[in-house]
């Protein structure tokens, strides 16, 4: 059981390039998110996702796109880079069931330069 | 909005004191769950204990526990008898509810606790 697994673990892109941040979880999660963590400062939510073909926004969208087509997967797409998302971003999945807890994955650590 | 403050960025205590964590909150919502997380040098992020806002008893884990004051909005964390390991960003978080039924979390700035030995 890996649990969650975020590929890659760093990435530096250029202004203006594009990349996908992959996320994968084997726990069977219907809830996942996207967080970024900006240096010194705690997690902000990107994007989330309730289910296979559901997603919504969260505080920090601008800049991103996700999409959901199985319960495992949730990439994070960065359009057209820029300095400001240089930052350390998490993928997290969570059951709703009983306990709310989020399961995160290592992290990407992304530099636009 | 809900926010979360966390008042103390840097925190350093010596192996085996205790030491607390503060954190307030603000929220209208009366049903919701607050978070401790630890995140050491790694950067994983790792839950470290865990309160429903409906429960008036305070949560316990081993050397961790809280303090939670509702009518206050206040939910400090205290780790007894500090180990070297305890090193790390503690993030205080509320949790809250999204669309369809997601519950998203909101994230203090964080306190940096150094145990020296």
């Known amino acids: 059981n890996a649990g969650v697994t975020q590929t890659p673990k760093f990435r530096i892109l250029k202004i203006g390039q594009s990349m996908t941040l992959q996320c994968t979880q084997d726990?069977?999660?219907?809830?996942m998110y996207w967080y970024r963590q900006d240096p010194g400062m705690g997690l902000k939510l990107i994007y989330y996702s309730v289910g296979a073909g559901i997603t919504d926004k969260g505080e920090v969208p601008n800049g991103y796109n996700v999409s959901r087509s199985t319960t495992e997967d949730f990439p994070l797409r960065l359009e057209l880079a820029a300095p400001s998302q240089t930052s350390v971003y998490f993928c997290a999945s969570g059951k709703l069931a009983t306990s709310y807890e989020q399961y995160f994955g290592p992290g990407t650590r992304l530099t636009v330069t | 909005a809900q926010t979360v403050t966390q008042s103390q960025p840097e925190m350093s205590v010596q192996e085996a004191e205790t030491v607390t964590l503060s954190c307030t909150y603000d929220t209208s919502e009366n049903n919701y769950y607050l978070f401790w997380y630890k995140q050491p040098p790694s950067r994983q992020m790792i839950l470290v204990i865990r309160?429903?806002?409906?429960?008036?008893q305070n949560a316990t884990e081993n050397r961790f526990s809280v303090n939670f004051q509702k009518a206050a909005k206040s939910f400090s964390l205290k780790i007894s008898d500090s180990q070297l390991g305890d090193t790390a960003m503690y993030f205080c978080a509320f949790m809250k509810h999204g669309s369809q039924g997601a519950q998203k979390l909101v994230f203090g700035q964080g306190t940096r606790l150094t145990i020296n030995p």
């Open positions: 309160q429903e806002a409906y429960k008036q």
């Open positions: 726990m069977n999660h219907n809830y």
